[in-house]
């Protein structure tokens, strides 16, 4: 019977291992996961989780104490969940992600993109597109788009809805926007965001990592990305959980 070879990476990875390796498994340590042919890998924190994504890497990943909008196990689950991957006890589910263009750069977010201003108590004015469709210009100090697993994250902190998992739609959301009525949207992608008043530098964040600054007038470009298949185990909890 095959060997399972199972990637760790993260916070605790060499210990981890340990414990893939007395399972049966066969491990795969640190940033090697990234490049080899490991059968699925266990992202010890959201860095790891995101430094997996950032590969393109095609192996399934278990996400560990990444963050509730990510699911996964806790630090607390993961030797029993470390053994059912080197077990191969574990089915695979894809989870959405964005493709986010801007200029030419072009990155992958699996839970929220985000766009706020650089300063404090400064705003600026952001429009809003669906397939092509105006829908709204809001003047904010950000606005968050997420998937239906980032809608459980900062987008559910700045007051917009929760998506199901299975749901075909964006949760786009502004922060602390300057009106009385509070505003928020379920859109389809593909989708946009324009700055197009800015009254301090605009920042733009995908998945909480810095990628610069959104030009004035320039859109940020937002639509379905490659599937992230995602190993879940007997301990996992759904994205949400507390």
Known sequence: MAVTRVGVLGDGATAAADVVR??????????????????????????????????????????????????????????????????????????????????????????????????????????????????????????????????????????GPLLSADADALAVVPVAPFRVERVEWVLNAPASVTVVREEADVALFVDGRDHGFAAPHGSVELDWGEPFPVAVVAASRGVGFE
């Open 22 to 159: 007395d399972a049966g498994g066969e491990a795969v340590v640190g940033d090697e996961a990234l490049d080899s042919d490991a059968d699925v890998v266990a992202a010890l924190g959201e860095d790891a989780l995101l430094d997996v994504l950032a590969t393109g890497a095609g192996a399934p990943v278990l996400p560990v104490s990444a963050g509730s909008e990510y699911g996964g196990v806790t630090r607390d689950d993961l030797p029993d969940a470390l053994a059912a991957l080197a077990t191969d006890d574990y089915e695979v589910d894809d989870r959405p992600t964005l493709a986010v263009g801007v200029g030419e750069t072009r990155v992958r977010a699996l839970a929220d993109v985000m766009l706020v201003t650089d300063e404090p108590a400064r705003i600026s004015e952001y429009a809003v597109t669906t397939q092509g469709r105006d829908v709204d210009e809001v003047r904010a100090d950000g606005v968050v788009v997420a998937t239906p697993a980032g809608s459980h994250g900062y987008a559910a902190d700045a007051g």
